[in-house]
């Protein structure tokens, strides 16, 4: 369904400001930074934070190849890989330069359109309780399971949260432990947008669970999942220096979004996309307005920098965050690897990229030093 998309007010307007397009490639619209939240700003710091130094990009080496669809990745501790792979519904391990299936979620996994084998998360306990939490597009829902993990095998699935809408689009899927422990999941509007702006609906959510799949504690409504609501599609989720949580986010034929969560924020799909300025809803700190340049997917974000994916953009954006807020984006990579669809670190302090190209994706390595 279609946005409705509103002008911006005076003061938003003040507020936005255009990049110059040597960020973009010739001819293509500037993202936009803007992201004046509907809450009262944080007072100004004492002194003016430090500028953000970009760190060149150095051209990736290859990790493994010959991955299908692969989704997420996720690093063990011991600097082993994994990666999902949305349509075989497959775990794969990737170390020593070998790329190995440590498992299947088989049957489980219903795979079409958007949906299968999506997201991935190390649990916080690893060391002493080595299991994996996945989320997956089931035969009647999305849902997030657990699983035992070693290099032998992993055991049976055991369900965490189910019951998330399904749709042939707009499944979300990206689930991530926060600093506090608790497992963030970024879902998305299962095509019924309305759904996002329901409270008791876990589509076009944020949602902040337990690991065993309760309503974490200090949640903005007590005894709900939902952390923040008014997404289209959540796809990437990272947290800066100072614990803040940022997401990356799917937007219409128009206006993708790099938001900074609030607890309890409604983030205005779909009455609107983008940083508009309306009343009660928050604006995105940074606007794509033309999906060709980004539909940004995985994020990582590195001493407060975030690294986001682009699908359709086929390349790698570079946004630094000061102090809470997004500074101008940086494109890298146009077209040279295809369409991105994850962004980890590796525990070398490299970044680990998942290329989307059907049974001839990889995982590429960027030196950000």
Known sequence: MASTRRRPSALATAVVVLLSLAACTAGEPSPIVGGSPATAPAPAPATEPEPIRLPDLSPGDLRAEGLNVPWALATLPDGSLLVTERETGEIKRVADGETTTVGTLGTEVAAAGEGGLLGLAI?????????????YTGPTDNRISSLTYSEEGLGQPEEVLTGLPKAHIHNGGRIKFGPDGYLYVGTGDAAQADAAQDPDSLAGKILRITSDGEPAPGNPIDGSP????????????????????????????VDDELNLIEPGGNYGWPAVTGAPGVADFIDAQVVWPSTATSSPSGMAIVDDIAYIGGLRGERLWQVPLLAGAANAPVSHFDGEYGRLRDVIQGTDGELLIATNEGTESRVITVDAS
């Not at 690893?126 to 994996?132: A, G, I, V």
């Not at 939902?226 to 219409?252: C, I, K, T």
């Open 123 to 135: 649990g916080p306990d690893f060391d002493t309780d080595p299991r994996l939490f996945v989320f």
């Open 226 to 253: 939902v952390y923040s609501l008014g997404h289209r599609n959540v796809q990437g989720l990272a947290w800066d220096s100072a614990d803040r949580l940022w997401a990356s986010e799917f937007g219409p034929e």
